[in-house]
């Protein structure tokens, strides 16, 4: 692989890794340029790992070693840190960043065939929050994880950093975009995958997680939302059984890492 050493944050072949800490703009770069950003060796080898491809590194000279051996053909760019630090908008210190190439998502189907427990995240818009759901699904053996439309992305590169690369080991994709904001068609393909919907949320009619466990159904979609709104009333319509985790000291909920932590390693 070439390396090719660049002194200008400007120059335009930098530009997969422009303003990175501008969220609403790389909202519309990424996914539209079929592209997402690994940050860490770490995170790049098991991004490689599952498959993907880099389609360019950037890396400062300490990290260079560390960096070749995941290039593949792609072109690495070396930086000085404050070229860095101007092109990407914050001080880089957690070794090479690599523009990949995004892969296409499965269908629901697809991620659904065969799932014991599937996470469905609702309309979570913390990109961290999404990255530590994520990254519980696969600790505590979730099969799947589906997030709607207008829930963050789980290869933004602060998703993918909280979950250390498990959202590149554990199957997901995103539920259709309904015309009326509801449930009728996600509602659909999860039953059609044999999927029982248990949603996490306060309601008079709510089971405990303990009485939902002892007569659990074979095949869980487990509906998690926001700390604060929580799941729409759309999405607890849709749900076949709503389930509360017990609390004490007052306490009404836990945000959507935490959540899933808790329920995930029940339902393990």
């Known amino acids: 692989m070439p390396v090719v050493r ?8 930098l530009a997969d890794y422009r303003d990175l800490t501008d969220v609403a703009l790389r909202r519309v770069l990424e996914p539209a340029g079929g592209l997402y950003i690994a940050e860490s060796a770490k995170v790049i080898a098991r991004a ?4 993907h491809r880099p389609r360019s590194v950037l890396v400062q000279q300490k990290w260079l070693d560390d960096a070749l051996p995941l290039a593949g053909d792609a072109p690495v760019y070396l930086v000085d840190d404050d070229v860095a630090e101007r092109l990407t908008g914050y001080t880089v210190h957690r070794g090479a960043l690599a523009a990949m190439h995004r892969p296409s998502l499965p269908s629901v189907a697809e991620v659904g065939a065969g799932a014991r427990v599937v996470g469905v995240v609702e309309e ?17 053996v979730a099969d799947a994880v589906l997030v709607t439309p207008r829930c963050a992305d789980p290869l933004y590169r602060r998703s993918v950093r909280v979950s250390m690369g498990t959202v590149f080991q554990v199957p997901w994709t995103r539920l259709p975009d309904e015309a009326d904001g509801g449930w ?9 995958a044999g999927l029982h919907l248990a949603a996490l949320a306060l309601a008079d009619d709510a089971v405990g997680l303990d009485a939902f ?6 095949q869980v979609a487990l509906l998690m939302g926001a700390e604060g709104d ?5 999405a607890l319509a849709a749900a076949d059984t709503v389930v509360t985790i017990p609390m004490a000291g007052g306490v009404d909920s836990l945000n959507v890492a935490s959540a899933a932590a808790v329920a995930l390693w029940a339902l393990r």
């Open 6 to 13: 660049i002194d200008d944050p400007a120059d335009d072949r």
């Open 48 to 51: 490689v790992a599952a498959g």
């Open 124 to 140: 979570v818009r913390w990109h961290r929050r999404v990255g530590a759901a994520v990254g519980f699904s696969r600790g505590r």
């Open 184 to 192: 009728t068609a996600g509602r659909a393909l999860l039953h059609d």
């Open 213 to 218: 466990l002892a007569a659990r159904p074979a």
């Open 230 to 234: 929580g799941l729409s009333r759309r």
